[in-house]
């Protein structure tokens, strides 16, 4: 914002003006201010391929594609979340450095480009920039750059009223007729109004925060951790100070006689100080543990997408499970070892600082050190001692799951004899691992908290013995002394506790590191300007002298591939299995890079376009076996590629589409039509079923090309005819790959 700008706070009447509005038209610039008014730090993107927009290009603004390229071209991530009806009363008090779309007069269309709710609906009737908000009123920046006060009633009569404009007649005639007083029939009319409207959009709220790729340490910044866990330390900091001045207070009270109810009325009231900080420290340790799981886990989904094709398949199913429980551990090992190590780093620091005031206190603080050092030692030996058995834990959980997966043909074909061979050789060798994992872990625990009470006490023998100080101060210096050595001892009781979650989160690490690191890779976005200037030319995919080669394999599995595909053709790819058909639909959809040659679509290569909107155009349905149906509604399942949630046109369309295809009967059969859940845990699809599913997925896409690789190998012939017909009429231009 500029500094000519002034914030001006004034109080709104009960209708919304105008001039808090933002047009439709002025979402960039609101979007700017938007990231300067939550300091969001931004990382534009560099390379070949990154957008030319920025989010102040405001002539290219009315795009939610666009915003959302913007965005990411900063290292930003764009959300668009809906205000449903019923969750407006606890939803809106939370707003924080958000932008509010209001609802216009009909449903509208979203742009043809863009992908979901991400896009701007076209009956928007504008946005407010909301920078906090309550139950009593809502901060707005204005256009102009002043900052109104609008009531809270006033912001939920806006949003709510062209919802209830549809409903409120017809309620009003039904409550009218049934006699009740005015106060009766208002409880009821906003009853109703409720029960009708409850999951009805009253608007969308843009939020904008780093992406998951963006730098951690940035995202952490955004999401305040940062200050919660300064509030944290000095919460807990605060706590163990009042704690040693409590009894100390008691302790030179009761050792030099003059214990009386004054010492204890403060003894008692330092300890009451510290519950409230107490639980100040606990409540920003669970948000704190919160927060970080959050973005810890949004980085490895990320990770997860980033990921190469063949990374995943040079890893069995035992593996993978082994990585996706690795990923829950290294949340919650992480966040209590990394809570426990920094009370540890505290206590430690003050048991320091107690025992240089006691009796020996340069020997004592010498032995803590030398002590601490040691029990790091051990702690290491630990480590490695877990590492080991892990690595055979994870090795024997991926030989029971691939022996699980083929269970069945061990039945079939492998004698009995031999079906437990390999599982007796590895349980024996994860117990005996276990065994000496048992012994270092006790060691560790035993030698490092109680063999330092030990040793610091028989430490302290020599110096009571040779000191000439009077016996009060004597008796001073030893109980400081002892506390001091019980406060070290706490602490490397924490050092123990921290250590072994320590050692299990890196160790979890190294399973999921890689997916870590695996986020920070872009997706290109393209060239807006290419993107925009090309035509939708009779020529849609050409390919020239196109090669590819996987990875420690000698030879090419393509090489001088030459492809030119025609609006509306309708081609059919045979070959024989290992031929390379599904590599070079790989290539076609961008899924895969090819080392040589050339690669256009309409003129323009996948630089270009960028990866996403190459794939917007080029709709693949991959092999049955590499082909997912998700836990849930079978409308969610259909339109993966097109939107979420969506609009009465988007279902009608998407019924539309199944029955064309045969799966009228199923529709039918099913209670909840096309909310019905389906998959593993829902309605079971037969294959047959399953694969008219993926094609009608890619054909609700509004691909320019559909390809289909092998998608009619799991139906009956009549079946297969009628589908193939229903796919021709669909489909604007059709690749089908099939066996000979």
């Known amino acids: 914002m500029s500094s000519s700008r002034t914030e001006l706070s004034q109080e709104l009447p009960q209708v919304l003006p105008q001039e808090v509005i933002w047009g439709p038209h002025q979402l960039g610039e609101a979007f700017e201010l938007l990231i300067q008014s939550r300091k969001l730090p931004t990382e534009p993107a560099t390379g070949q391929g990154a957008s030319s927009d920025s989010p102040d290009s405001t002539e290219q603004r009315p795009s939610g594609q666009r915003l959302e390229e913007g965005a990411a071209a900063l290292g930003l991530e764009v959300q668009w979340d809906p205000l449903p009806y019923s969750q407006l009363d606890r939803s809106a008090p939370r707003l924080r450095h958000c932008l509010v779309e209001l609802p216009g007069g009909g449903t509208g269309s979203q742009d043809e480009g863009s992908q979901g709710n991400r896009s701007q609906s076209s009956s928007s009737q504008g946005f407010l920039l909301i920078t906090r908000a309550s139950r009593s009123s809502m901060r707005i920046l204005s256009p102009q ?58 608007g969308r709220v843009l939020q904008v925060h780093p992406s998951p790729g963006a730098s951690f340490l940035h995202q952490a910044r955004a ?25 100390w207070l008691l302790g030179r009270g009761a050792l030099s006689g003059t214990l009386g109810s004054g010492w204890l009325w403060a003894w008692g009231l330092l300890l009451l100080t510290g519950l409230p900080l107490q639980a100040i420290a606990f409540w920003n340790q669970g948000v704190l543990a919160l927060g970080f799981g959050a973005l810890l886990r949004r980085r490895l989904l990320r990770g997860a997408l980033m990921q190469d094709l063949e990374e995943p398949r040079q890893r069995g199913a035992g593996q993978l499970l082994g990585r996706v429980l690795e990923a829950g551990n290294v949340e919650r090992l992480a966040l209590n070892g990394g809570f426990r190590g920094l009370f540890f780093l505290f206590e430690w620091i003050l048991a320091l600082w107690v025992l240089s005031l006691g009796l020996g206190g340069g020997v004592l603080v010498s032995l803590l050190c030398l002590w601490t050092l040691l029990s790091l030692g051990l702690g290491h030996r ?46 024996a060798r994860y117990l005996q691992g276990s065994r ?25 023998i020599l110096p009571l013995q040779q000191s000439a100080a009077p016996q009060g101060s004597l008796m001073v210096q030893l109980a400081v002394s002892l506390g001091g050595i019980l406060l070290a001892q706490r ?4 050092l123990v506790e921290g250590g072994i979650d320590l050692a299990g989160a890196l160790i979890s ?3 999921v590191g890689d997916l870590f690191r695996h986020a920070a890779r872009r997706q290109p976005a393209g060239d807006a300007g290419l993107r925009d200037s090309a ?16 990875p420690g394999r000698p030879d090419p599995v393509l090489e001088g591939v030459q492809v030119e595909i025609l609006q509306g053709d309708q081609i059919l790819l045979e070959g024989p299995s290992g031929a390379g058909k599904s590599t070079l639909i790989a290539l076609l959809g961008s899924l895969r890079a090819p080392q040589q040659g050339l690669l256009l679509l309409h003129g323009v290569d996948p630089h270009g376009w960028g990866s996403l909107d190459w794939r917007r155009r080029v709709a693949i349905t991959p092999q049955f076996h590499e082909n997912h149906l998700f836990s849930g509604p079978l409308a969610f399942n259909l339109l993966l590629g097109h939107r979420w949630p969506p609009s009465p046109d988007d279902l009608a369309r998407a019924e539309g589409v199944c029955r064309e295809l045969g799966l009228g009967p199923l529709l039918e059969r099913m209670p909840g039509g096309m909310m019905q859940t389906v998959g593993e845990t829902g309605w079971q699809l037969s294959h047959g079923e399953r694969s008219r599913v993926f094609i009608a997925r890619a054909l609700l896409q509004g691909a320019d090309l559909v390809v289909l690789d092998e998608s009619f190998a799991a139906m009956d012939p009549e079946n297969l005819a009628h589908c193939l017909q229903a796919v021709r009429r669909l489909a604007p231009t059709l690749l089908v790959i099939a066996h000979p």
């Open 223 to 247: 999401a305040g951790l940062p200050a919660r866990l300064g509030l944290l330390a000095t919460a807990f900091g605060s706590q163990v100070l009042l704690l040693i001045l409590g009894w």
């Open 145 to 202: 750059g002043s900052i109104h006060r609008l009531p809270f009633t006033t912001f939920l009569q806006h949003l709510r009223r062209p919802a209830e404009a549809e409903s409120e007649s017809e309620i009003d005639d039904l409550l009218g007729a049934t006699g009740l007083d005015t106060k009766a029939r208002q409880r009821a009319r906003r009853r109703l109004l409720l029960e009708r409207l409850a999951e009805h959009p009253c």
């Open 382 to 427: 630990y480590y490695r001692q877990r590492q080991r058995w892990i690595r055979a834990r994870i090795e024997m959980t991926d030989s029971m799951v691939e022996s699980m997966v083929g269970h069945s043909t061990r039945l079939a074909q492998q004698p009995w004899q031999r079906w437990h061979q390999g599982e007796d050789r590895e349980l």
């Open 509 to 511: 690490w190294q399973q």
């Open 491 to 494: 602490a490397l009781g924490r």
């Open 535 to 550: 035509a939708a030319s009779e020529r849609i995919l050409e390919a020239r002298q196109l090669s590819f080669r996987y």
């Open 436 to 460: 000496r994992l048992d012994r270092s872990l006790q060691r560790f625990v035993l030698l490092t908290s109680r063999g330092w009470l030990v040793l610091a006490i028989a430490t302290l």
